[in-house]
């Protein structure tokens, strides 16, 4: 796949879900600690999100930093914005300031 075709690809994740997290593995089997620490703050907040599995999706494992200027994973994207990686969602959550976003870009969506 080319480079232009899974940016595309990203973009078109990014802009259809309004919440979605670039991790390693899923939700129900995270494959590494950072992704497991997101993943539970995210559920936490009892909204759906979408995600992509990196480690199942090399050619997005391996542009996704170079189109967020992000180099690790987790990725979280909130209507379309890069947030940040496992610490500053840790740090946001704590502050209280990730659960205005989530449900902003949540709206109805339970």
């Known amino acids: ?4 075709t899974v940016l595309d690809t990203i973009r078109e ?3 259809q ?3 979605i997290l670039y991790m390693k593995g ?3 089997a995270p494959q590494c600690g950072f992704s497991a620490q997101t993943v ?3 559920i936490s907040y009892g909204k759906r ?3 992509v599995d990196v480690l199942s999706n090399p050619d997005i494992r ?3 930093p170079g189109y967020a200027n992000w180099p690790t994973f987790p ?3 909130i209507n379309g914005e890069l947030v940040g990686g496992c610490d500053i969602i840790t740090e946001m959550h704590e502050a209280g300031e990730l659960g205005e976003l989530i449900e902003q870009a949540a709206g109805d969506e339970s």
């Open 26 to 28: 899923s939700p129900q």
């Open 62 to 64: 391996a542009t996704l």
């Open 75 to 77: 990725q979280l994207y």
């Open 13 to 15: 994740q990014i802009t």
């Open 1 to 4: 796949m080319s480079e232009a």
């Open 17 to 19: 879900n309004p919440i």
């Open 49 to 51: 999100f979408a995600y």
């Open 40 to 42: 539970q703050v995210l």
